[in-house]
C-alpha cells in the first residue's frame, strides 16, 4: 500500500538550514505530482510547494518563495524539500501530500495520501 | 490567490445528530474541462495527519463512510456528517484546487461531541 515517510525534520537556529526528505513506497512515484504542506503549532494547513511527477515544474507559496526549493529524485522514490534562511515562523509539522493521478491535468487535483509528518523547529 | 473562509469555527453536535460545515472560496472553483468543482474535504483528527474525505466537491473517497457528503458549486460548499459517530471528533478543511499554483485551505472547523 501507499506509504509517505518524512524525515530530516529537527531543531535550527534561526537563519540556518535543513532538508527534508519525503520516502514514498507502494505506488508508481514517478507518474504523481507531490505536495508539501506544513501546519505550525494548533495552527491549520499551509499548502507551500508542488512539483510536477517529472520535476519539470514546480510552485511556491509566497511564504517561503525564494527560500525553499522543492526536488524529487525518481529512480530513488523520494521527494525533497530545501529549506533555507528559516525564520521562527517557519516552526511546524512538515507534511508530505501525493497528488492524485491524472493523464489530462499534471497540477489540479486532490491530495489523496499524506506521510506522518516531521517536525522543524527553528528556535535559538 | 484564492482565500478559502469557513464557518463556524466550531460545532458541538450530540451523537446521532447532523454536522453541517460551510466552506466559501473567494472565486469559483469550477474547473475546466471536466466542469467540476475543484473542492476537496479533509479530516484531521488529534495527532494525525489530514485524511481525504471528498473531492471534486462531492465525491467520497474509497472507504470513507456514507455519513459523509459534499454539495455545492461555483463558490459555496457544504460539508454534510448525517448521523455523528464519536469517532468522528476531528478538525475539517475545505481545500481548493482551482488556483494553481496555490492550493489552498480554509481555516477549518472543529467538530466536538455535545
Known amino acids: 500500500q501507499v506509504h509517505l515517510v518524512e524525515s530530516g525534520g529537527g531543531v535550527v537556529q534561526p537563519g540556518g538550514s535543513l532538508r527534508l526528505s519525503c520516502a514514498a513506497s507502494?505506488?508508481?512515484?514517478?507518474?504523481?505530482?507531490m505536495h508539501w504542506v506544513r501546519q505550525a503549532p494548533g495552527k491549520g494547513l499551509e499548502w507551500l510547494s508542488f512539483?510536477?511527477?517529472?520535476?519539470?515544474?514546480?510552485y511556491y507559496a509566497d511564504s517561503v518563495k525564494g527560500r525553499f526549493t522543492i526536488s524529487r529524485d525518481n529512480f530513488k522514490n523520494t521527494l525533497f524539500l530545501q529549506m533555507n534562511s528559516l525564520r521562527p515562523e517557519d516552526t511546524a509539522v512538515y507534511y508530505c501530500a501525493r497528488k492524485v493521478y491524472s493523464d489530462s491535468d499534471a497540477s489540479r487535483g486532490h491530495f489523496d495520501f499524506w506521510g506522518q509528518g516531521t517536525l522543524v523547529t527553528v528556535s535559538s | 490567490d484564492i482565500v478559502m473562509t469557513q464557518s463556524p469555527e466550531s460545532l458541538a453536535v450530540s451523537l446521532g445528530e447532523r454536522a453541517t460545515i460551510n466552506c466559501k472560496s473567494s472565486q469559483s472553483v469550477l474547473c475546466s474541462p471536466n466542469n467540476k468543482n475543484c473542492l476537496a474535504w479533509y479530516q484531521q483528527k488529534s495527532g494525525q495527519p489530514p485524511k481525504l474525505l471528498i473531492y471534486w466537491a462531492s465525491t467520497r473517497e474509497s472507504g470513507v463512510p456514507d455519513r459523509f457528503s459534499g454539495s455545492g458549486s461555483g463558490t459555496d460548499f457544504t460539508l454534510t456528517i448525517s448521523g455523528v459517530q464519536a469517532e468522528d471528533v476531528a478538525i475539517y478543511y475545505c481545500q481548493q484546487y482551482y488556483g494553481t499554483p496555490g492550493f489552498t485551505f480554509g481555516p477549518g472547523t472543529k467538530v466536538v461531541i455535545k
Open positions: 507502494g505506488f508508481s512515484f514517478s507518474r504523481h505530482g
Open positions: 512539483i510536477w511527477y517529472d520535476g519539470t515544474n514546480h
